[in-house]
């Protein structure tokens, strides 16, 4: 595991979209998992300018999306079809026809599930997974507990994350129960993850993942067992690291063959 500890969140999605902007320019025709919520924005707004500047493009990339609510239509702007289609398609240039997403409205959900598998294992699989992290440690919406082995599938939100999420919703109440999401096991195949955090609110989340044992209870730890994971975080989410100075110390002397 790299972890990366920038001073404010602004320095954490520009450092983060450099990895991606690198992958992408090695491999204009690969996949690229794609997380929502608010963690990633400044990647996707940081790539964008790039890509206005021409030094950047997606049309050929495809995307997965991490996640969907089941039972929100595509329409509602809060399903993370219209999300992903407001803050990655479009501003990054991705060819719609290459954007996946779960099909969080399928009368048969694990049919769904299976056919998203099939889709990232024929695109190739992923090179490049975008997470961020929910305060009780999950990634994607693989809430405590879940298996390390696990595929795309149904997922029972806890009422954690329902509330956390409540603030993109007109009522707590209208927050889905449940999602589709991407396994522990689809996460880890990925061949490079880049976590991103920011704030005091993901402090305690992304010590357990980095520095606690490796346990279901804290979803994210898995990630201690990828061969390239990059964990970007600002000050304030770093603020429970224990080796933080060691931390700093190894970036700071990382070598120009390593940068990415
Ligand atoms: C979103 C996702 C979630 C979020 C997490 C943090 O696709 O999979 O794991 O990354 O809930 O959410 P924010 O970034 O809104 O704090």
Not at 14 to 21: D, E
Not at 60 to 83: C, I, K, N, Q
Not at 174 to 197: D, E, F, N, S, Y
Request: hydrophobic share 40%; with cysteine; aromatic share 6%.
């Amino acid at each position: 595991m790299e972890i990366v500890i920038q001073a404010d969140a602004d320095e954490v999605g520009r450092v983060a979209a450099s990895v991606i902007a690198d992958v992408v320019a090695r491999k204009p025709d690969g996949a690229l998992g794609l997380a929502t919520g608010s963690s990633p924005l400044k990647i996707y707004s940081e790539l964008a300018a790039r890509v206005a500047a021409g030094a950047l493009d997606f049309s050929r990339m495809r995307g997965f999306a991490l996640d969907e609510y089941v039972g929100l239509p595509f329409e509602h702007p809060e399903s993370y079809h219209a999300v992903i289609d407001r803050t990655v398609t479009r501003p990054l240039g991705f060819d719609p026809r290459l954007v996946h997403v779960p099909d969080g409205m399928a009368s048969d959900i694990a049919a769904a599930c299976e056919a998203y598998e099939q889709a990232i294992v024929d695109a190739g699989g992923i090179d490049v997974q975008i997470l961020g992290i929910g305060a009780n440690g999950h990634i994607g919406f693989n809430e405590p507990t879940s298996s390390f082995a696990s595929r795309t599938r149904i997922k029972t939100l806890t009422p954690k994350t329902r509330a956390d999420n409540a603030r993109f919703f007109a009522s707590p109440e209208q927050v889905p129960t449940h999602c589709l999401t991407q396994g522990l096991g689809t996460i880890m195949c990925a061949r490079r993850i880049v976590l991103v955090a920011q704030g005091e609110g993901k402090a305690e989340a992304v010590a357990a993942a980095v520095e606690g044992p490796v346990s279901a209870s804290c979803p994210a730890s898995i990630l201690q067992h990828h061969e390239h994971a990059t964990i970007v975080v600002d000050e304030a989410a770093a603020s429970r690291l224990r080796n933080r100075d060691y931390y700093k110390y190894t970036y700071a002397n990382k070598p120009d063959w390593q940068r990415y």
